[in-house]
């Protein structure tokens, strides 16, 4: 069964610090991936997707991603973070039929 | 700001008793989606529409219900609800299905605590 996981349910980092957040899929073809941010009390927001061409993306608030497939991975980067950054942030995959798989988040911790 | 209004934002209810959410859309989009927040589990779907009157069930759709009868609303109904039923509930709106290259585009959610 397709799935997608994010190993670190909890990330802190300094302001001004660069950050990763790790995506790993479980995708038989090639997925239609994504990356979602919620803020507190919020729904969520497309940041970035990856769907064919180009393996690095760029999305939104200075986010960016990179699509491996020797990996399985689609990791999240950002080279300078921002305490207003501090949110959980969603990997999803879509799987080809109505829904996304999205792993269990990682909540991110921004510190002054 | 995509146009999705959840309602309520807030619910408590008892164990028991039927609860109806709604998600009320401006975009006319034809999918919709009510997905369930829990922690250590992500969003996981509960039911779906692909228009007006079609609907299906997503992966935990036991002891949920929904109905389209307008294209800009989408209802989700607890029969019965129970305590497992405590959740953040998301309204999500796509102009295609969201299984391929499409975005969605997600309400602010509505907590529901059932005692």
């Known amino acids: 069964a397709q799935s997608v996981t994010q190993p670190d349910i909890h990330i802190t980092v300094s302001e001004g610090a660069s950050l990763e957040l790790r995506c790993n899929y479980s995708y038989g073809a090639t997925p239609y991936l994504f990356w979602y941010v919620q803020s507190p009390g919020q729904g969520l927001q497309l940041l970035l997707k990856y769907f064919s061409g180009d393996t690095l993306v760029q999305g939104i608030k200075g986010f960016e991603a990179e699509f491996k497939r020797s990996q399985s991975s689609f990791n999240l980067r950002k080279p300078s973070v921002h305490w207003s950054d501090a949110a959980e942030y969603f990997c999803?995959?879509?799987?080809?039929?109505?829904?996304?798989?999205f792993g269990t988040g990682t909540r991110l911790k921004v510190l002054a | 700001d995509a146009g999705i209004t959840q309602s309520p934002r807030h619910k408590v209810t008892e164990t028991g008793t039927p609860v109806t959410l709604r998600c009320h859309q401006t975009e006319n989009h034809r999918y919709m989606y009510w997905y369930r927040q829990d922690p250590g589990h992500g969003l996981r779907l509960i039911h779906y529409s692909y228009g007006v009157k079609d609907t299906d069930k997503g992966e935990v759709s036991d002891g949920y219900s929904v109905s389209r009868s307008k294209t800009e609303d989408f209802l989700l109904t607890l029969e019965s609800a129970t305590s497992s039923q405590t959740s953040v509930y998301f309204c999500?709106?796509?102009?295609?299905?969201?299984?391929?290259?499409?975005?969605?585009?997600f309400g602010q959610g509505t907590r529901l605590t059932v005692v």
């Open positions: 999803a995959v879509g799987e080809g039929t109505y829904k996304y798989i």
């Open positions: 999500a709106i796509s102009e295609s299905p969201t299984g391929s290259d499409t975005e969605a585009f």
